[in-house]
């Protein structure tokens, strides 16, 4: 049997959660259902109490509140204004009142959240799409990670570095200020496309996509990024995450170029009501094609016509090996190699262990399976098992360059590790 122990080399980078970094997002206020009298809802009984302070009193408030948040966050008057605009839409006649009043109220309907206090995992990576500044012989990259916060609520948070292979490996050091998302409120009246912008972010490390919709209010999770080339030769940046509503999980699409704005689709299809579904980061055979785990159990492929909608697929691998006997699937999307499709593939075994393996399908019909490991490349590690949910080592995403592959892993539930090797490492353990 192939010897994998030594498949990976680590690096002693660790990315851990950090509580200080918070966004400004929507505090919404209604009264309990028994306690709603027509014509008088809490947000307005709000606004009145703030209506009726003097000048004084209001400014003292507005002082107090701004220098808080000038701390963290940007353009905080113009973010508090957007809120007040959000709120007055909603009642039944406009607020005549002053500019100083509407960034209170904005205030008062305002929390800061902080995303990733209780962990900051399930990274996947792809090229930046500004190489101007790599390393000689080395990539820029953007880093996706799932943070988690008050209430366990998901949210997508980026990160950026540099790796130059067989070298150094570096993370930037984060911006102090995160940007919530301003939706475009004609793409949510439409329903189709939600369209979101944050031109206020200067650098990726503060974009910060938090629930915004429904189909996401307790969560965005799981995001598979994949750089997509187009037929044309034309790129985008695709990424698959789960959007969990508190009851209902489903499949959901995010698109963009320079992460700053994106558009959010809900996929359909008989086939797209599973965790866990990757993009081919090119079509085949003219078609897009889709990893995922339809069954909960095995890893499947799916081709279509249409990159929102996916019926129909059929398992391409199940478990075989005891640490995969309850249940495969992907670690992100398939990686283009000379072979074939290079996937990073994770198995549940005893105890609920998560262990990251890897397989190769053909190039042509990827659901031919040419080869796996017998063994788990990585598995939870005496040193970095324990967390919010033990026992786990579990990836959204490898980047390759060349015969290189980054691979950046969650540990349990809580924090971000990384570790390289090179396709013919992996496909040197594989039968």
């Given at each position: 049997m192939p010897d994998v122990t030594a498949v990976l080399d680590h690096y002693d980078i660790l990315l851990r959660p950090d509580p200080a970094r918070t966004v400004v997002r929507p505090f919404g206020l209604e009264y309990p259902e028994r306690f709603r009298v027509a014509g008088h809802s809490r947000v307005q009984a709000i606004i009145d109490r703030v209506l009726s302070l003097n000048e004084n009193a209001l400014a003292a408030e507005l002082v107090q509140i701004v220098q808080s948040l000038d701390e963290r966050h940007r353009d905080v008057d113009a973010m508090l204004l957007r809120r007040y605009d959000?709120?007055?839409?909603?009642?039944?006649?406009?607020?005549?009142?002053?500019?100083?009043?509407?960034?209170?109220?904005g205030a008062y309907f305002s929390e800061e959240f902080s995303y990733e206090a209780a962990a900051l995992f399930n990274p996947s990576a792809v090229l930046a799409p500004d190489q101007s500044n790599a390393p000689d012989g080395g990539v820029r990259f953007v880093l996706s990670l799932r943070g988690i916060g008050e209430g366990h609520v998901s949210s997508v948070a980026f990160r950026t570095g540099s790796w130059t292979p067989g070298q150094a490996f570096a993370l930037d050091p984060p911006s102090h200020v995160a940007v919530p998302p301003i939706i475009d409120g004609n793409s949510v009246a439409a329903g189709a496309v939600v369209r979101l912008h944050c031109g206020g972010a200067h650098e990726i490390s503060e974009t910060v996509l938090f629930?915004?919709?429904?189909?996401?209010?307790?969560?965005?999770?799981?995001?598979?990024?994949?750089?997509?080339?187009?037929?044309?030769?034309?790129?985008?940046?695709?990424?698959?995450?789960?959007?969990?509503s508190g009851a209902d999980a489903r499949p959901e699409l995010l698109s963009g170029k320079d992460f700053h704005s994106f558009e959010m689709r809900a996929l359909t299809g008989d086939a797209a009501g599973a965790k866990g579904m990757a993009l081919f980061p090119?079509?085949?055979?003219?078609q897009y094609v889709m990893l995922g785990r339809q069954d909960s159990e095995s890893i499947w492929l799916h081709r279509s016509d249409d990159?929102?909608?996916?019926?129909?697929?059929?398992?391409?691998?199940?478990?075989?090996?005891?640490?995969?006997?309850?249940?495969?699937?992907?670690?992100?999307?398939?990686?283009?190699v000379d072979e074939g499709w290079l996937v990073f593939t994770h198995g549940v075994g005893t105890v609920r262990n998560y262990c990251v393996g890897a397989c190769l399908?053909?190039?042509d019909d990827p659901s031919k399976l040419l080869a796996r490991t017998p063994e788990p490349i990585l598995r939870p590690s005496p040193g970095e098992r324990d967390g919010y949910v033990p026992n786990v080592v579990y990836s959204c995403g490898a980047l390759a360059v060349g015969r290189d592959v980054l691979l950046p892993f969650g540990v349990a539930d809580n924090f971000t590790g990384f570790a390289s090797t090179t396709v013919d490492r992996l496909l040197a353990v594989m039968e």
């Open positions: 959000d709120i007055a839409a909603s009642l039944p006649a406009p607020l005549a009142t002053r500019e100083d009043q509407r960034r209170l109220i629930p915004m919709l429904p189909s996401q209010h307790q969560g965005i999770e799981d995001v598979r990024m994949v750089l997509f080339t187009e037929d044309d030769g034309s790129t985008m940046y695709h990424a698959t995450y789960t959007a969990f090119r079509r085949i055979g003219g990159i929102l909608h996916w019926e129909g697929g059929g398992k391409i691998v199940s478990p075989r090996y005891p640490w995969e006997f309850v249940q495969m699937g992907n670690c992100g999307s398939p990686i283009e399908l053909d190039k």
